[in-house]
């Protein structure tokens, strides 16, 4: 591994040469033996004819409280730098140092709150910036390595200037190894009640540990709803290129959007809009609703939603295909642990928020889908003979 720099720029070295940056540079030395290459920079920037001789006799987890207020009264910018080389040590120093944990959320929220100004500034004509905040995923990389990714997280309104299109909003920023570019696709629908689709394999193709439910990739947001985008920043030293965060220009698209069918057989089959079970033109039988619902338990849907019928395929494995219409606001009691997301029904008359997929991923960040009253759900289920059960 190589020599770990000093980030930042101009600003972060200078503040780095304060004199109370100086002493608690000095005392951090007791913290971590790894610190050692990054502190003899810093001190041969500060004490270019030496180090004193002080005798610094302080507790690890005070001595990183001195070290991290110190910094804090100097500069943010010298701070952020001192945090994100710790990074690796972030859940033994967040378990000692109050101050770690404290400085370190303040000023990534400051960081990462450029995004929302950006967001403003380049697209309020179209959509309304509600809120946004940051959310920390633990990522495993290898066997003994983990990385924290950092996600901002925009919950917008859908202005309705536009109806029935399709729209593509791009962003870019500059990380320490080139330039990352994502893009966020989503339906804007004029229509309130909407027909979505989720699809859970349970056969014992899928070797996954944990099976869940996945939705469409390209989401149908209502005009007048929300919806809500993952800024991701796939390892915290990323955000040291915010500053240069850009939106890209909004594209708007007139592709045919189709809403899932329950009965027909798609017709134009779309990946990003129809499950992958629609693909080929094979025949569903229709299941007595009475019969399909001794042999298959959907307890897991109830109160919120009522069966209305029931279809089978034969596909090497028994696939279910089955259509729930909303009729009861609140939470799916079991959801996340049958289907491994969230399902909540709220009443009519209310907004809903459901986050748009960046392109490329399966999964949503948040694993969570707002229906209302009246929408309609078709489940597909793939289970093997002894696994009928969600």
């Known amino acids: 591994m190589g020599e770990k720099k000093i980030m930042g720029n101009d600003s972060t070295k200078e503040a780095l040469s304060k004199p109370g940056f100086q002493n608690a540079i000095i005392s951090s030395r007791l913290i971590r033996p790894q610190s050692r290459p ?6 041969k920037r500060i004490f270019p004819d030496g180090r004193p001789k002080q005798n610094y006799t302080f507790s690890r987890a005070g001595t990183l409280d001195q070290l991290l207020l110190e910094a804090f009264k100097c500069s943010s910018e010298a701070t952020m730098g001192l945090l994100l080389f ?30 929302d100004q950006k967001f403003k500034a380049c697209l309020h004509q179209y959509f309304e910036l509600k809120a946004g905040y940051t959310t920390l995923w633990r990522i495993r990389r290898k066997r003994n390595e983990r990385v924290l990714r950092a996600e901002r997280n925009l ?14 909003l791009g962003y870019k920023y500059h990380a320490q190894d080139g330039e990352r570019v994502g893009y966020f696709k989503f339906d804007a629908i004029s229509s309130k009640n909407k027909t979505i689709w989720l699809f859970k394999d349970d056969t014992s193709n899928n070797y996954d540990r944990k099976k869940e439910a996945h939705s469409q990739p390209v989401a149908a947001i ?19 290129g915010v500053a240069g965060f850009s939106f890209l220009t909004l594209s708007v698209l007139d592709e045919v959007i189709t809403e899932p069918e329950f009965y027909e057989n798609v017709r134009n089959f779309d990946a990003s809009r129809h499950c992958e079970l629609e693909e080929h033109d094979d025949k569903w039988v229709t299941q007595n609703t009475i019969e399909s619902t001794k042999r298959i338990n959907f307890d897991v849907f109830k109160p919120q939603f009522t069966l ?8 090497g494995t028994n696939v279910y ?14 959801s996340m642990s049958k289907l491994g997301l969230d399902l909540i029904v709220a009443r009519a008359d209310e907004e809903l928020t459901n986050e748009v997929k ?16 009246g929408d309609r759900l078709i489940f597909y289920h793939a289970c093997d003979l002894s696994l009928i059960h969600i």
């Open 38 to 43: 990054f502190l003899d920079q810093v001190e």
């Open 86 to 115: 710790l990074i690796d040590d972030f859940e033994a120093l967040t378990s000692v140092s109050s101050a770690f944990y404290y400085i370190f959320h303040q000023l990534l929220e400051q960081r990462l709150a450029i995004v």
């Open 155 to 168: 919950i917008a309104f859908l202005k309705p200037r536009f109806k029935d299109k399709t729209l593509v």
């Open 222 to 240: 209502s005009v007048g709803d929300n919806f809500k985008l993952a800024i991701t920043f796939p390892r915290l030293k990323d955000i040291i």
């Open 308 to 315: 209305v019928d029931s279809l089978y395929s034969y596909r």
């Open 321 to 334: 295909k089955t259509l729930f219409k909303a009729t009861s606001p609140g939470l799916v009691y079991n």
């Open 358 to 373: 960046r392109m490329g991923c399966y999964d949503a960040a948040e694993k969570v889908v707002h229906l209302r009253v």
